[in-house]
């Protein structure tokens, strides 16, 4: 079964490190990006995890490596001596690691071919490996059990799209779930649904979700103005931010921003496409239909101030955050078209009001919570997007409210982040034992 998993992934390199190459080319990261993904790592870029117990956590791309972000910083502060390797599979994804400094490590992680994977896993060595959400490669898992390696998959959901499709493979997946150490999964369904796709009863256990327990300290007046400055928006403006957008929904973004100015709203909108690399393509779009744009790659140190009615395109890594700081009202993307959303609490975090489409398969516990919590408001068409919107334009109480509630609503569902860790002890333990 797993030759033929091997051959078919060769098979498919055949497309892939052609793609690999390009992408690594294009952004200047071809030699080491690609010869990490073939298991080969510098060996000086290595020489830091020699004598010390090493925890290798995989989190595929932005979103898994946003929410292992509290996992990572107490894991730090409960074993400062082991070495901690994050691996991706993103560009972006591993610009996130990069800038987390309880992080040793980030690599890009192998093409899931049995060589590879073996040589990965005897050059980095981990005494654990953890997995963010359901990142399940039969390869990984099934060398790294062999080898007795405990691996845990933390954060785990199983999404409305993928369960029939992991049902319709359960023969093949049961033996890879027996090879998992544990899982940590998100909620009770998550749960039901991953046993029932062969994960042994006594390894599953609910922890919640570490998105819950991010933290960030929300900036004051004066760190507001910083930011805008810093992002040449004008003082007395307000500022829509619609972020981790896809094609067919930054279309929809500019209507609607058109016909909200129109009614005089002295607004700026700023619109960060969830693949940085779009922005350029997005800003010509946004030029095309009449609209002064900048790209925040090309703003200088003391950038000229937009106005409004002018548009701010974020085509750059590790600034969303920053970007939501400046906001009043908040529409996170992926929502519009059958993506199945991003995560809402990041701008719940900053106390802002968040609008998010009706495609939220990935983030339906969320987005149900934060509508209880009346952090948020879920609009089903540009119309009603519009409509919001200038609701909340009129209403800076409201806004209030709206970012209080989301923020009320993390607060109360903390926790995931020491139920966790709890349980990558006990396995560390074990091992440590055996």
Known sequence: MFLLYDTLLVL??????????????????????????????????????????????????????????????????????????????????????CGIAEVDLCLFFPFDLSWMVRRALRRIGPSLVVIV??????????????QKIPVALVNGRISDRSYPRYLKGRFFLRPILESFSAFCMQTELDAERIREMGAPQEKVEVSRNLKFDMEVDVPDVDDVQRLKTRFGLPAGALVWVAGSTHGGEEEIIANVFRDLIATSFPLVLVLVPRHPERGRAVA???????????????????????????????????????????????????????????????????????????????????????????????????????????????????????????????????????????????????????
């Open 12 to 97: 498919a390199g055949l497309v892939l490190v052609p793609f690999y190459l390009y992408r690594g080319i294009r952004y200047g990261k071809v030699r080491r990006g690609l010869r990490e993904r073939l298991g080969w790592y510098d060996p000086q870029r290595l020489a830091s995890l020699k004598g010390r117990r090493v925890v290798w956590l995989h989190a595929a791309s932005v979103g898994e490596t946003r929410a292992a972000i509290p996992l990572v910083q107490a894991f730090k502060a409960a074993y400062p001596q082991d070495a901690l390797v994050v691996s991706t599979v993103t560009e972006t994804g591993h610009a996130i690691a």
């Open 133 to 146: 959400e359901t990142e399940i490669w039969p390869n990984f898992v099934r060398l790294a059990h062999r």
């Open 284 to 434: 010509e779009m946004l030029e095309t239909r009449g609209f002064s744009c900048k790209l925040r790659s090309g703003l200088t140190k003391r950038p000229d101030t937009l106005h409004p009615g002018d548009v701010l395109v974020g085509d750059t890594v590790g600034e969303m955050m920053q970007f939501y700081a400046t906001a009043d009202i908040v529409f996170v993307g992926g929502s519009f078209v059958p993506v199945g959303g991003h995560n809402i609490l990041e701008a719940s975090l900053l106390k802002k009001p968040v609008l998010f489409g009706p495609h939220m398969q990935n983030f339906k516990e969320i987005a149900r919570l934060l509508l209880d919590a009346e952090g948020g408001f879920q609009v089903d068409d540009p119309a009603e997007l519009q409509s919001q919107l200038a609701r909340l334009l009129r209403a800076p109480a409201l806004r209030r409210a709206m970012g209080e509630g989301g923020h009320s609503l993390l607060r109360q569902n903390a926790g995931a982040t020491a139920h966790t860790l709890a349980a990558l002890q006990r396995l560390l333990d074990r091992r440590d034992r055996c």
